[in-house]
């Protein structure tokens, strides 16, 4: 079964600083990716995925992540980050050839700090 | 166009009652899912319609909790003798299909509250 792991429970970062929340996967097969964030009160809003093609995706609000199949990872990523930025991120999991359930990590609160 | 809506938005109940939780999908939306997100946890799936197939039950975590979709519309997620360990919001989302790599589209969620 497709599982994420999710390593750190937080992340703090200086507004302007470069944002990084890492993912990592587990899949017997081809991975679909994605990311997710969650707003205080509000529901989950996609923000990018990784199906096929070119390892670096773009998403909403600046966002990008990088698909590494070597190292099973797809990392998110921001140049620099506001305080608006502040929020829950969840990474998500499918695996192509098996059911079509998500496998969701247990999500990183990131907090920038102005 | 209009997201997916949830009602309601929150919930008390007593403990032992049965409560009705609804979802309305995106319009042409074919697959619908129900997610489970406890305080401080990640999101712990339920159940998935895909059109007139059989769904997914597979995540229900017992036969408590049970779930109908009338064709590609509205799904209900019915529990049956709260317990306090359901306590948590539920989550609806919905898909183009339940295959390929569709993202989906979340509801804001109900609050269930089990005293």
């Known amino acids: 079964a497709q599982s994420v792991a999710q390593p750190e429970d937080q992340v703090n970062v200086a507004e302007g600083n470069p944002l990084t929340v890492k993912c990592t996967y587990s899949v017997s097969g081809n991975p679909y990716l994605f990311w997710y964030v969650q707003y205080p009160n509000r529901g989950l809003q996609f923000l990018l995925k990784y199906i096929t093609g070119d390892n670096l995706v773009k998403g909403s609000y600046g966002f990008e992540a990088e698909f590494n199949k070597s190292q099973t990872s797809f990392h998110l990523k921001k140049p620099s980050a506001l305080v608006s930025d502040s929020a829950l991120y969840f990474c998500?999991?499918?695996?192509?050839?098996?059911?079509?359930?998500?496998?969701f990590g247990k999500g990183n609160q990131v907090v920038v700090i102005p | 166009g209009a997201g997916v809506s949830q009602s309601p938005s929150n919930k008390v109940t007593e403990k032992g009652k049965d409560v009705e939780l609804r979802c309305d999908p995106i319009s042409g939306h074919t697959a619908l899912y129900w997610y489970r997100q406890r305080l401080g946890q990640g999101l712990e799936f339920l159940i998935y319609f895909q059109g007139n197939s059989a769904p997914d039950k597979s995540g229900l975590p017992s036969d408590r909790f049970s779930a109908e979709r009338t064709g590609e519309s509205v799904s209900t997620l019915t529990i049956q003798r709260t317990q306090q360990e359901d306590s948590a919001v539920y989550l609806c989302?919905?898909?183009?299909?339940?295959?390929?790599?569709?993202?989906?589209?979340f509801g804001p969620g109900t609050r269930l509250t089990v005293l």
């Open positions: 998500a999991v499918r695996d192509i050839s098996g059911n079509n359930r998500l496998a």
């Open positions: 989302a919905s898909s183009r299909r339940a295959g390929d790599g569709d993202e989906q589209f």
